[in-house]
């Protein structure tokens, strides 16, 4: 097995596969299992101070098919932990007696209030977690109320917001990007400018699953309703992807943990080879359970003895460099396209015969050739 851990913002990763924020993050029960089965970090569900209001609905899931009846895409309107936060504060202890090499990253949402994000910070960061990541992503229910990501979509929030929990804490500090927002890197960057040593992208996508025929309710359909609710999962995988290259493009070398619809060991090699430095999979282990993580480490490891990468930095961001501009595609199309001309004028010419092989001579000048 190739070497596969990596040291982000100074946390070191056994590999870098993290569990995104979400169900399977929601307790110390399930944050073991998720420990237990290999993976290198978790983030924990998203948590507030007690006196937040968190209600949930249930159920609140809806999945999304292909003809084949395979699930490609899952709604969620589900709301950051119901727990009390001194349960959390328990928790977080005793996972990281437990588990003292492993990554538990702690995720913090709060209204716009200086003294609650610092409280909530202080009051984690004592408990021994190894990072924190700001929620400014949740797409529904809590931006109602001016949380989540109604700051990820304003950069002076990011900016001032991230700036509350970086003052207040010594280490880490991620904030998560929403993807209901026309630039991503413009939040990004004030996340950085607030003092982030990394952002998480994406949260989840804002959709409608579909609408049952029958009832003309969309779904999910909970109590006789319904609300757009937040998409994640396959389908969102090659919008992730796309987000994550405009961020890492946008700061080469900043930290990025990746996050959208990883399924398997390419899917989140590509995420890698966007930039990403770590992976998060939130969906991917609701449906497939926690011990994809093995596919997901024995897959880079063989990806990387294939292409000779001795370390996971090397794979980081290596699939940039080929993007371009259209116009720059254009250029370089016109120019193969004349060199190509050139060539086979060249070898048009009889005094050029007896340069290569004959038979190739041959074929360069044939128009059915195989
Ligand atoms: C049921 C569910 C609950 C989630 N809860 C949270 C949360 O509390 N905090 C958060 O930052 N992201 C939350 N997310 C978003 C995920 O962490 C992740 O960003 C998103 O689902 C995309 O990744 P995926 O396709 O691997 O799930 C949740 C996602 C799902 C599906």
Same mark, same amino acid.
Do not use: W
């Given at each position: 097995?190739?070497?596969?851990?990596?040291?982000?913002?100074?946390?070191?990763?056994?590999?870098?596969?993290?569990?995104?924020?979400?169900?399977?993050?929601?307790?110390a029960r399930v944050i073991s299992r998720c420990f237990d089965a290999g993976w290198g970090g978790v983030i924990a569900k998203t948590t507030s101070l007690t006196d937040t209001p968190v209600v949930n609905l249930a159920p609140r899931y809806a999945k999304y098919y292909n003809a084949d009846k395979d699930v490609i895409g899952f709604q969620n309107v589900e709301l950051i932990s119901d727990r009390p936060f001194e349960d959390w504060e328990a928790d977080f202890?005793?996972?990281?007696?437990?588990?003292?090499?492993?990554?538990l990253i702690a995720s913090l949402m709060e209204s716009y209030d200086k003294g609650r994000w610092q409280e909530?910070?202080?009051?984690s960061a004592a408990c021994g977690v190894d990072g924190f990541e700001l929620n400014f992503s949740c797409p529904h229910g809590h931006p109602e109320t001016g949380m989540g990501a109604a700051m990820g979509q304003n950069p002076d929030m990011v900016r001032e917001v991230t700036s509350w929990v970086v003052e207040a804490c010594d280490i880490p500090v991620w904030s998560k990007m929403t993807p209901n927002i026309t630039d991503i890197a413009t939040p990004a960057q004030a996340a950085r400018e607030g003092g982030a040593h990394g952002v998480s992208a994406i949260n989840t996508i804002l959709a409608v699953t579909g609408v049952n025929l029958k009832t003309l309710r969309p779904l999910p359909t909970i109590a006789d309703g319904s609300i757009p609710g937040g998409y994640s999962g396959q389908a969102v995988k090659p919008i992730a992807l796309r987000m994550v290259k405009e961020i890492c493009m946008a700061m080469p070398g900043y930290s990025v943990s990746g996050i959208g619809g990883v399924w398997n !060991?390419?899917?989140?090699?590509?995420?890698?080879?966007? =930039?990403?430095?770590? +992976?998060?999979?939130?969906? *991917?282990?609701? %449906?497939?359970?926690?011990?994809?993580v093995q596919d997901l480490? !024995?897959?880079?490891?063989?990806?990387?003895?294939?292409? =000779?990468?001795?370390? +996971?930095?090397?794979?980081? *961001?290596?699939? %940039?460099?080929?993007?371009?501009?259209?116009?720059?595609?254009?250029?370089?199309?016109?120019?193969?396209?004349?060199?190509?001309?050139?060539?086979?004028?060249a070898s048009n010419r009889d005094n050029l015969w007896g340069n290569a092989n004959i038979q190739d001579e041959t074929a360069s000048l044939t128009t059915n050739e195989d």
């Open positions: 097995m190739a070497d596969l851990s990596i040291n982000v913002d100074g946390m070191q990763f056994e590999n870098p596969f993290v569990i995104g924020s979400g169900p399977p993050g929601t307790n202890r005793l996972l990281k007696e437990k588990y003292p090499k492993k990554m909530l910070t202080e009051r !060991s390419d899917h989140a090699i590509e995420f890698l080879l966007m =930039g990403a430095n770590t +992976v998060q999979v939130c969906t *991917g282990a609701m %449906l497939l359970g926690y011990d994809m480490c !024995s897959g880079l490891s063989d990806f990387m003895d294939e292409h =000779g990468f001795t370390s +996971v930095d090397q794979v980081v *961001g290596r699939s %940039l460099p080929y993007f371009s501009t259209h116009h720059d595609l254009v250029d370089r199309q016109n120019a193969a396209r004349q060199a190509k001309a050139e060539a086979r004028k």
